[in-house]
Antibody
Framework: EVRLAQSGAEVKKPGESLKISCQASGYNFAYDWIGWVRQMPGKGLEWVAIIYPGDSEVRYNPSFQGQVTISADTSISTAFLEWSSLKASDTAMYYC???????????WGQGTMVIVSS | DIQMTQSPSSVSASVGDRVTITCRASQGIRNYLAWYQQKPGRVPKLLIHGASNLQSGVPSRFSGSGSGTDFTLTITSLQPEDVATYYCQDYNIGPLTFGGGTKVEMK
């Protein structure tokens, strides 16, 4: 069974850095895409970025390019999403999700709530 | 970039009613269209892929159709547990764009 276990909720101040994680199990982590989807409070789903851990190929939603960094560590089957300087507008639920090549997101993590407030 | 437009943004229906949600892509995406269901406070769940293929375990009252730019999700007999927001998504070559969502409520 595919399982994506995300790190816990975070409360940060504007300007702080943050790295959230998603540990995968139940499939070969290196050979499927893994990515992040944002959901702001009361709003819809937005794809942020995906990475192919096997060769570290990354794709960003242009709206998020330069705002976040996606990475993955195949030795611990874990994907990361990182901010160097958080803004209040980064406040959202972030879901980790997997896709096989050419397929939609078929497995989702439980979500990591990020709150950025002074 | 491809835009995905869903309509209606919300619908209220009774138990047993037929509910139809449409999704229009700004450019042709062949059949690379997925539908997701997100119940209140829950994680999104993949319902349909390839425009019309039900994911394993999804009840047969759900169906999808369409190709190119126009797609439809149909719930043939609405059940209380179907109260949720439904999203379409283009998963063709470029950005994995979601539609804005359709909230399905019970009358």
């Amino acid at each position: 069974e595919v399982r994506l276990a995300q790190s816990g909720a975070e409360v940060k101040k504007p300007g702080e850095s943050l790295k959230i994680s998603c540990q995968a199990s139940g499939y070969n982590f290196a050979y499927d895409w893994i990515g992040w989807v944002r959901q702001m409070p009361g709003k819809g789903l937005e794809w942020v970025a995906i990475i192919y851990p096997g060769d570290s190929e990354v794709r960003y939603n242009p709206s998020f390019q330069g705002q976040v960094t996606i990475s993955a560590d195949t030795s611990i089957s874990t994907a990361f999403l990182e901010w160097s300087s958080l803004k209040a507008s980064d406040t959202a639920m972030y879901y980790c999700t997997r896709r096989e090549d050419g397929q939609p997101f078929d497995a989702w993590g439980q979500g990591t709530m990020v709150i950025v407030s002074s | 970039d491809i835009q995905m437009t869903q309509s209606p943004s919300s619908v209220s229906a009774s138990v047993g009613d037929r509910v139809t949600i449409t999704c229009r892509a700004s450019q042709g995406i062949r059949n690379y269209l997925a539908w997701y269901q997100q119940k209140p406070g829950r994680v999104p769940k993949l319902l349909i892929h390839g425009a019309s293929n039900l994911q394993s375990g999804v009840p047969s009252r759900f169906s999808g159709s369409g190709s190119g730019t126009d797609f439809t999700l149909t719930i043939t007999s609405l059940q209380p547990e179907d109260v949720a927001t439904y999203y379409c998504q283009d998963y063709n070559i470029g950005p994995l764009t979601f539609g804005g969502g359709t909230k399905v409520e019970m009358k």
